[in-house]
Every structure is written in structure tokens, then in C-alpha cells.
């Protein structure tokens, strides 16, 4: 069994790797400074674990401190870096603080690692947003959703870097820092660059995590706001199908040394955020829901999609749960715990 760290741990996509790592038998910690939304739910729920007693180690501490960073790491195989800030409204808002978690932060995380002794795979969970605005893609407007007009696979990983705002500068620093450290000193990192995850035990906002929001929104009978059109697509991917390419990086390290993945739910897999997702949720609700619309903000992409076969290629995963049964997951489980969103 391996030992693993998962930094931001009490999030959303940690505290799930954490459950199924656990229920595997792999000996777990956490470092996480549970200043999200849910993340002290998802502590609890986590150590109700069978197996927590034993495997599971809980470090409340923030990865800007890097001597932190560093004993976490001691005597870890593997390190999974998800603890960032982001969104990008919070970003523009308060860069510096964007900067030290999501540039520092992680950086912190691959001086840990190279100071180990013993090269622990680091997996970074980067974002479809180092791609920027993507303004020299083609784009068409269609009379529900926007789609690529020569891009049938979605976005590739030879696309353009393009830092557009904050949160996509410090990120996608973090992006290039962890890829880098595996050609100059060696190291076993991955770069996944995620799309749009959503899944059980996630807190969405308005910033971040918009189809979980909406679904909460919706089961509160709170009002949404849409900004833009609602025309906007993104690829999503459920949780338990993300966790299936985390798996693949943790049982070969040597195999993706170095590589850069897009891991989203691809062209097949994508909803219209609010032209597609409307119809969804009226039904699961049996209501019609309230709706205020809003302008465009910075960065929104009009479309983003995966190009996810180099990961299906290379790592031999595809995802499986398409959106509507997804977003049925996702509302049955808000429904039954809204107590956890008061």
C-alpha cells in the first residue's frame, strides 16, 4: 500500500480521492486550512471513515507555508496538489493572494518534493483556463450553444498558453513549474489540465463549481444568475471518472513523467450551462426556476471542450457518466442533505 498526500485535501476532489484511497488501503493526509466552503463537512465525513482510525492524517495547515509543506511530505509516495484559490472574480479582486497560494503554494509543493529523497509522483490539478480567451479559435453561435468551427475533438494540448487573468497566470505557473520539474530534476509530475468536475460533496458558488451551484440554488429555491447568454458550453466530467485518471496516474508514475493531459468529459460530454441545463433542472424539480441574467464576465469562455484523447490514448481512460445522469446524481444527494447548505 502507498502512502499519498493530498494538499486541499477537504475539498471537493480530495476529500472523494481520499475516501477511495482509504477504502483501498493506502494511508492517507490531508493538508487542507478548511477555509472552503464544506471543507470542515467533508473533514467529518472523512473521518467517519472505516478505515480513517488507522490511514487517515489530518494536517490543518496552508500551502503557502512551506515548511508545513515540507513535513507533510516526508515519507510520501505520491503527492496530489489540488489546494488553490479559484476563482477567477477572487483573483482580480485580490491577485496577491491568489498569486501565494495558487504560484507560491505550489511551488512550495515541488521544492517538497525534490528535497524528499525519494521522487513522489506530484500530480497537478491545473485548469482549461491556461488556454486563455482562446480569441483565434473559431467560434460559432448557434441558436442554443456555441460551438468550434473546425475543432470536432474539442481543444488539444498544443493550444497556445495564455495566461488571461489572475487566477489563469498563477495557475498556469503552477502549471509550467510542475512540468518543468520533471525535465530538471527528474521528478515523476503530471500536469492534468482539468475541466468542468462536478460531482458528490461538492459546495458550489457562483465563481466556482456553476453546475453544483445551480443545482443547490434550485433544490433552495434561491434564484440563479446567468451571465452571458446561457449559450456558454463546457465539457464536464463527474468526480468518480476524474478519480479513474488519478488512479492510472498513481499506479505508473514513469508512464506519465513529464506529460501534460486535458482531462474533461470531451466532446461527448457537454452541456450549454444554462440552455441545456434549464430543461434539466425544471424537471428534476417539477417547478420552473428563477432566473436573472447578468453581462458577460472577464475570461468567460463562449465554449470550452476537451480534446481528452492523448489522456485515453496514453493512459488508456475515458470517462463514463454522461451529464444527465450526472446531474441527477448530483441532485438526488443535494436533496437528501441540504441540511449541509444552511
Known amino acids: 500500500m502507498t502512502n499519498v498526500l493530498i494538499t486541499g485535501g477537504a ?22 486550512d478548511l477555509s472552503r466552503k464544506g471543507a470542515a463537512a467533508n473533514l467529518r465525513w472523512l473521518q467517519a471513515h472505516e478505515r480513517a482510525a488507522a490511514r487517515l492524517r ?33 483573483s482580480v479582486r485580490e491577485p496577491r493572494a491568489d498569486f501565494e497560494v495558487n504560484a507560491l503554494g505550489s511551488f512550495n509543493v515541488l521544492e517538497a518534493a525534490r528535497h524528499h529523497g525519494l521522487k513522489p509522483l506530484v500530480l ?90 445551480f443545482v443547490i440554488a434550485a433544490s433552495k429555491r434561491q434564484p440563479i444568475n446567468i451571465y452571458g447568454n446561457g449559450k456558454q458550453v463546457r465539457d464536464m466530467l ?22 501534460v493531459f486535458n482531462i474533461g468529459g470531451g466532446p461527448r460530454f457537454t452541456l450549454s450551462i444554462w ?22 464576465r472577464p475570461g468567460d469562455q463562449p465554449i470550452y471542450v476537451s480534446d481528452i484523447r492523448k489522456a485515453a490514448h496514453e493512459l488508456r481512460w475515458s470517462p463514463k457518466v454522461a451529464p444527465q445522469e450526472g446531474v441527477e446524481r448530483l441532485w438526488k444527494w443535494v436533496n437528501a442533505n441540504l441540511a449541509l447548505f444552511e
Open 11 to 32: 475539498g471537493f476532489i480530495g476529500c472523494n480521492y481520499a475516501a477511495r484511497l482509504l477504502t483501498a488501503g493506502h494511508t492517507v493526509t490531508l493538508l487542507d
Open 58 to 90: 489530518f494536517i490543518a495547515s496552508d500551502v503557502r507555508d512551506a515548511a508545513a509543506v515540507q513535513a507533510a511530505a516526508a515519507g510520501q509516495a505520491a503527492i496530489f496538489h489540488l489546494a488553490a484559490q479559484v476563482a477567477v472574480t477572487t
Open 124 to 213: 497537478y490539478a491545473s485548469t482549461n483556463k491556461v488556454y486563455g480567451g482562446m480569441e483565434t479559435v473559431e467560434v460559432l453561435e448557434g441558436e442554443l450553444r456555441y460551438a468550434y468551427a473546425a475543432l470536432p475533438e474539442g481543444l488539444p494540448e498544443t493550444q497556445a498558453l495564455d495566461f488571461h487573468s489572475p487566477y489563469g497566470c498563477s495557475k498556469g505557473a503552477g502549471d509550467q513549474y510542475t512540468r518543468d520539474y520533471a525535465r530538471i530534476y527528474d521528478l515523476p509530475t503530471v500536469v492534468f489540465r482539468q475541466s468542468c468536475i462536478y460531482g458528490l460533496r461538492q459546495f458550489g458558488v457562483e465563481d466556482q463549481g456553476w453546475l453544483a451551484h
Open 238 to 259: 463527474w468526480i468518480d471518472d476524474l478519480l479513474d485518471a488519478y488512479d492510472c496516474a498513481l499506479a505508473d508514475p514513469a508512464r506519465v513523467k513529464g506529460r
Open 275 to 296: 440552455k441545456d441545463v434549464e430543461p434539466l433542472l425544471t424537471r428534476l424539480a417539477g417547478r420552473a426556476l428563477q432566473v436573472q441574467y447578468g453581462g458577460w
